[in-house]
């Protein structure tokens, strides 16, 4: 599903982000992506979301090489990539129900299809009854679902989570996890960059380790290789 052949991303003010990584998430794999605050857990997600482009290596997601994929063709590889940030980036002035259809909106769907994703997304994360709230109603780990239902509603088979548990307390970040395990049980791949030790020791996925922008550790594969 991804695969990084030695890749590194730099910069121009002479900052090295990433330097020679190398690693492959299996389709429908779940893992996680750990390391020190600037260890460059970030750019590798946006790597993955075409936000930024690699200066060196080969990135293939679900099949595309990344690398060189025209300025044209990147709103739609990025359907197939599921975004989630640690502030899910909600728009304040519309309702949960037009958030979450936004990228299908945006997608040119009909309105008949739009509805049903939409409720079928909000469905999935408990949120349903809260389709004509507005955000910020909402607590924080309700905001965090509504930025879960809006990544998955397009169905990707891939979602990249930035630190999604970042600002939430621990029994909350429990259930953000097992909403992730939930996508991942029905063949969705996962990639998640948190800091949370704790909680994902207590999962049974593969650990990816960055320090200073290597990949020093890259887990026990849980899923087979392919």
Same mark, same amino acid.
């Given at each position: ?52 482009? #690699? ?14 994929? #025209? ?7 990025? &359907? ?15 309702? *949960? ?7 299908? *909106?945006?997608?040119?769907? &009909?309105?008949?299809? @739009? ?41 990707? #088979?891939?979602? *990249? ?28 791949? *996962?990639? @998640? ?8 020791? &207590? ?17 026990? &594969? ?5």
């Amino acid at each position: 599903m991804i695969r990084f052949e030695a890749v590194s991303k730099s910069y121009g003010n002479g900052y090295d982000a990433l330097s020679n990584v190398s690693f492959h998430l299996a389709k429908g794999e779940m893992a996680f992506l750990t390391g020190h605050s600037g260890a460059g857990k970030s750019t590798l997600l946006n790597l993955v979301a075409l936000i930024e482009r #690699p200066s060196k290596g080969k990135i293939i997601v679900d099949g595309q090489s990344l690398g060189k994929a #025209p300025s044209r063709r990147i709103p739609y590889l990025r &359907r197939h990539v599921g975004i989630i940030f640690q502030n899910p980036r909600l728009l304040n002035d519309c309702t *949960v129900y037009d958030n979450v259809a936004l990228p299908l *909106v945006i997608a040119g769907y &009909r309105p008949q299809e @739009i509805g049903r994703r939409v409720r079928a997304a909000l469905d999935k994360v408990g949120l349903l009854r809260k389709e004509k709230e507005f955000p910020f109603h909402l607590s924080g780990g309700e905001q965090q679902r509504v930025g879960i239902a809006r990544a998955v509603v397009n169905k990707p #088979p891939l979602l *990249v989570a930035d630190e999604p548990t970042g600002n939430l307390d621990p029994g909350l970040s429990a259930e953000i996890m097992s909403l992730f395990e939930q996508f991942n049980q029905v063949g969705v791949s *996962v990639l @998640i960059a948190t800091h949370d030790l704790a909680l994902i020791g &207590r999962m049974h996925h593969r650990i990816l380790t960055l320090h200073k922008g290597r990949l020093v550790s890259a887990g026990v &594969r849980f899923a087979d290789d392919e």
